[in-house]
């Protein structure tokens, strides 16, 4: 199908959204009406002349979350025969289509990712192919491709694969495509700067370090850089700035450093840097030499047309750096695909992720909206609306029914309608449902408040103080609890440690607090929490949750630093790397 036929498809869908969402439930029951879990809720589901319709299908199937179905994934996972040749023996979990593997999910807060079952569906392969194939077809329509400069600098990491007791492979729903290709070196590398062998390896800082290497080598070929979280490219760049020298004395002399020992990747490496380039190098040197870091993507990538990343929901923060590294080099934001189903597209691909709306895919998955209110910090209930019944400018949590066995299933996302596109409603991400009613502030609560806190850091103290990443726990075990948020600060071991214990940075901590969000101030000033802890971290501990999340098996390319964490073990990991606490 051509680019044209491709949007075309997509601006059609989404003129009648009620009636595409009518057949996608439809077809979505009438080929899983015999599985279990439905069958649980739906007695007569099996009964093909009973027709089951929306209002009667959200009456009997409940609301669901990822615990609903943990049982039935993990007999799936240990290979329990549960299948038969029968598409409607009622012996089938949760699809009737025969399991290929499991995904990660991206969600870090526990750092222990949940199992996705991937099912070899045809309904649903058709379904999410309009969504990749026109996210594909909207790219190329800002971006037409040019045959002279061809290749993308890719921050990606299919590594990680895990096997589950049934045998069955567990990855990131962004690794199978480089797993599952019949040729991949043909078909999906040939665009990339950096071979296959290190997009396959094991070591996540020695792969960033070859991604980098190999997109030097190919300065001038480089059309566009790509990576699947704004995180990712933030850290490549902490890379570039500390290793800079070791990367211009590898393309020198045409081989990376000894410290990249994995045979394999080496060698590939060795290929791609074609011998000696001392010409090169010193072009590259000159221009790190001048320690100019504003824009410096596009200095060294002088033919790079758009950096695409998801920079909506926790990614936001990392937009300004972004923005500073790309200079003039336009960044192209991402789609509202979960590893459940794809949700919505990004038609508008260069907008800011403030100003990102994503447009709503009727033939994905069947969708319901669960109201949610921002001041209890909690939905309202648990009745939902379809399409019809959502009001521009109100906040949802999205509930789900795929082809892929969730049936009502809370996403755990935070949107907030902000229009619609012909019939489809216009998403803006706000952030992670939280957990619980418990809990005291929200993603959004603590970004905004970090945000203004680096400012009246750098007004109060007189120092060019940058945050480098931050996260937050509730210490119930304080009486009464006590929030706790734990930052780490650029070069913060260079910081004298009496400018750590000045009272003007006990001022900004008074600043942080009043910025919290209106359930924090509520509670504090009813004496419910007690005040605010801030405690200063060793440079690297957030690298240290990245090796953890990584040995725990969330993927490296979907590894989101946590905001709200709600494992003790990790709030114990960052503990013991605390300089001060104020």
Same mark, same amino acid.
């Given at each position: 199908m051509t680019d044209d036929a491709l949007l075309k *498809?997509?601006?059609?869908?989404?003129?009648?959204?009620?009636?595409?969402?009518?057949?996608?439930?439809?077809?979505?029951? *009438?080929?899983?009406?015999?599985?279990? =879990?439905l069958q649980r809720h739906l007695p007569d589901a099996g009964d093909h002349n009973l027709p089951i319709d929306a209002a009667t299908f959200r009456r009997s199937v409940p609301l669901s979350c990822y615990d609903d179905y943990a049982d039935y994934i993990n007999q799936?996972?240990?290979?329990?025969?549960?299948?038969?040749?029968?598409?409607?023996?009622?012996?089938?979990?949760?699809s009737v289509d025969?399991?290929?593997?499991?995904?990660y999910s991206s969600g870090t807060s526990s750092m222990k990712p949940k199992l996705i079952p991937y099912f070899d569906s045809t309904l649903s392969k058709g379904a999410s192919h309009i969504a990749h194939q026109g996210s594909a077809a909207v790219l190329r329509k800002f971006f037409p491709p040019r045959p002279e400069v061809n290749k993308r600098l890719v921050f990606i990491y299919a590594d990680g694969i895990t096997t589950t007791k049934g045998g069955f492979k567990v990855m990131a729903a962004s690794s199978f495509p480089l797993h599952s290709s019949s040729n991949p070196n043909r078909s999906l590398f040939m665009s990339l700067s950096s071979p296959m062998e290190v997009i396959l390896?094991?070591?996540?800082?020695?792969?960033? =370090?070859?991604?980098?290497?190999?997109?030097?080598?190919?300065?001038?070929?480089?059309?566009?850089?790509h990576v699947p979280y704004a995180i990712g490219l933030i850290k490549a760049m902490r890379v570039l700035e500390s290793k800079w020298k070791q990367l211009c004395d590898d393309i020198e002399k045409g081989f990376p450093c000894s410290v990249i020992n994995d045979v394999r990747m080496r060698d590939s490496v060795v290929e791609v840097l074609g011998g000696p380039q001392p010409d090169l190098s010193n072009r590259i040197r000159l221009i790190f030499e001048k320690k100019d870091w504003g824009g410096i993507l596009n200095k060294l990538w002088p033919n790079v047309r758009y950096i695409r990343s998801v920079t909506t929901g926790s990614m936001k923060q990392y937009y300004s750096?972004?923005?500073?590294?790309?200079?003039?080099?336009?960044l192209v934001g991402g789609d509202y695909f979960a590893s459940e189903c794809c949700v919505a597209i990004n038609l508008d691909i260069k907008q800011p992720p403030d100003l990102t709306r994503f447009v709503m895919l009727p033939t994905a998955a069947y969708f319901e909206f669960l109201p949610f209110d921002l001041a209890e910090n909690n939905v309202v209930g648990e009745e939902?609306?379809?399409?019809?019944?959502?009001?521009?400018?109100?906040?949802?949590?999205?509930?789900?029914?795929?082809?892929?066995g969730f049936y009502r299933y809370r996403l755990g996302d935070i949107v907030r309608v902000a229009g619609f596109y012909n019939s489809s409603p216009l998403l803006e991400f706000v952030m992670r449902a939280p957990k619980t009613s418990y809990e005291i502030v929200t993603e959004g609560d603590l970004m905004a408040a970090m945000e203004n806190f680096q400012l009246v850091l750098r007004n109060t103290m007189g120092m060019a103080i940058e945050i480098v990443e931050f996260t937050s726990s509730v210490d119930f075990g304080s009486s009464p609890k006590r929030l706790k948020i734990f930052i780490e600060v650029?070069?913060?071991?260079?910081?004298? *440690?009496?400018?750590?214990q000045e009272p003007n940075l006990r001022k900004c901590c008074s600043d942080l607090e009043d910025s919290l969000g209106s359930i924090y101030k509520v509670q504090r000033n009813k004496g419910e929490i007690s005040p605010l802890s801030l405690s200063v971290l060793k440079c690297g501990s957030f690298d240290r949750l990245l090796k953890l999340a990584i040995e725990n098996g969330t993927p490296a390319s979907q590894y989101k630093p946590p905001k709200i964490i709600r494992n003790p073990s990790i709030v114990d990991v960052l503990e013991e790397n605390v300089i001060v606490t104020i």
């Open positions: *498809q997509l601006e059609e869908s989404t003129k009648d959204f009620s009636r595409h969402q009518a057949e996608t439930l439809r077809s979505i029951l *009438q080929h899983q009406r015999g599985v279990r =879990y799936l996972a240990d290979g329990d025969k549960c299948t038969s040749d029968d598409d409607h023996d009622p012996r089938h979990l949760l025969p399991l290929v593997c499991f995904f390896g094991s070591n996540v800082e020695h792969q960033m =370090y070859c991604h980098l290497l190999c997109g030097l080598r190919n300065s001038d070929s480089i059309d566009a850089i750096k972004l923005k500073y590294y790309a200079g003039e080099v336009p939902t609306v379809d399409v019809c019944g959502v009001e521009v400018g109100k906040m949802y949590e999205v509930v789900v029914t795929t082809y892929r650029k070069d913060c071991d260079m910081i004298l *440690q009496d400018k750590l």
